[in-house]
């Protein structure tokens, strides 16, 4: 079973306000992504760490979202303005190395009203 | 461009009936093959995985898929269902995009309903 930690479960943001999702990846776990599924289980790939540095990551999360993962504190995942759009499961997962087995978390459902 | 195909969105069998659900992948290179299931209101669980080796590969509950290269297929069986396996099914490919990133392809999820 997976030991990828997320919170909050569920959170209820207006638009524009901030929104910020947290995760503690597996022991052990230096790779870290973070994915968004939508309501039509679309999964698009955020952004991905590893040792703390960001590897790759789209022009959305550029712009809005923010994220990090320091050391010995939880990663998290931030939406600086929410868009009703950004409605969304947001998945954070973690593994080994780049090409092992992904761990997901349970997830963090946002809803932008 | 990497792609997985899952051509079914819904799936109904019946209990104890046998299950098969199809997964096309698009991908150049050597391909990491997943099958994830989702409960509602959770996060994906991985079923099994296919990296190299024997092309049927046994995976948790008693779902097996099989890797045939000349189709480009990872097809998920079951020869029992049980009402617990109704979920949502998403097949995955592992992209490595360099030496040292990849990321997981996803297809577009078979919803699977087993009815007494």
């Known amino acids: 079973n997976s030991k990828v930690i997320q919170t909050p479960r569920y959170l209820v943001k207006g638009q524009g306000q901030k929104a910020k999702m947290r995760c503690i990846p597996e022991k052990g776990h230096p790779v870290v992504f973070w994915y968004q599924q939508n309501k039509n289980n679309e999964f698009k790939f955020l952004i991905n760490?590893?040792?703390?540095?960001?590897?790759?990551q789209i022009d959305m999360t550029e712009k809005r979202f923010s994220a990090e993962c320091p050391s010995n504190s939880p990663c998290s995942l931030e939406i600086q303005s929410s868009e009703a759009g950004d409605s969304a499961l947001y998945l954070c997962a973690s593994s080994r190395d780049y090409t092992g087995q992904l761990y997901f978390g349970e997830g963090s459902k946002l809803t932008v009203l | 461009a990497q792609s997985v195909t899952q051509p079914d969105a819904r799936v109904t069998v019946s209990e104890g009936a046998s299950l098969q659900l199809r997964c096309k992948y698009s991908y150049s290179g050597t391909p990491y093959l997943f099958w994830y299931v989702q409960y509602p209101r959770q996060g994906l669980q991985l079923l099994l995985k296919y990296y190299s080796g024997d092309p049927v590969v046994q995976g948790v509950n008693g779902f097996e898929a099989e890797f045939i290269k000349s189709n480009s297929s990872f097809h998920l069986r079951k020869a029992s269902v049980h009402w617990s396996d109704s979920a949502v099914y998403f097949c995955a490919v592992r992209v490595i995009a360099s030496s040292s990133f990849s990321k997981l392809v996803f297809g577009q999820g078979t919803s699977l309903s087993v009815v007494p």
């Open positions: 760490f590893q040792n703390q540095e960001v590897l790759q």
